[in-house]
């Protein structure tokens, strides 16, 4: 499953959000259908989780300068000091996560791992 989102959702595929978006929902929905009886709440939630990051990517590569990504960002709802400050760093991923709080994912850590958790 994980391998056929990734070749819907890569970032260099040359189509629209909107185009990509019918061409996974179409693959999701046939998959949940299939699963739906498994009950598995936790695999659901990671899953979509992973899927929105896959598609968040996709649209920041889309944006491609600066300037733009600013724009759409406070468009969609971020504060100006936030979409600025986070569009124009070079690591935009570590400082958007750390000040807009969307990393809300729980972690599973393995109690025997030195460190910080990873995500699974």
């Not at 185009?19 to 979509?48: I, K």
């Not at 590569?61 to 724009?71: D, E, F, L, P, Y």
């Not at 971020?78 to 000040?99: F, M």
């Amino acid at each position: 499953m994980m391998e056929r989102v990734r070749a819907i959702t890569r970032r260099n595929r040359g189509m629209s959000l909107g185009r990509m978006l019918s061409e996974l929902r179409a693959f999701t929905n046939g998959w949940a259908a299939y699963f739906w009886r498994a009950h598995t709440p936790s695999v659901f939630q990671s899953l979509d989780w992973w899927i929105r990051r896959r598609l968040r990517c996709f649209q920041w590569k889309q944006w491609k300068r600066s300037r733009t990504r600013a724009k759409q960002l406070v468009k969609a709802g971020a504060g100006p000091w936030l979409a600025y400050g986070v569009a124009y760093q070079r690591k935009w991923t570590l400082a958007y996560r750390r000040h807009s709080g969307h990393d809300q994912r729980p972690h599973q850590c393995n109690a025997q791992i030195a460190g910080p958790c990873q995500p699974a």
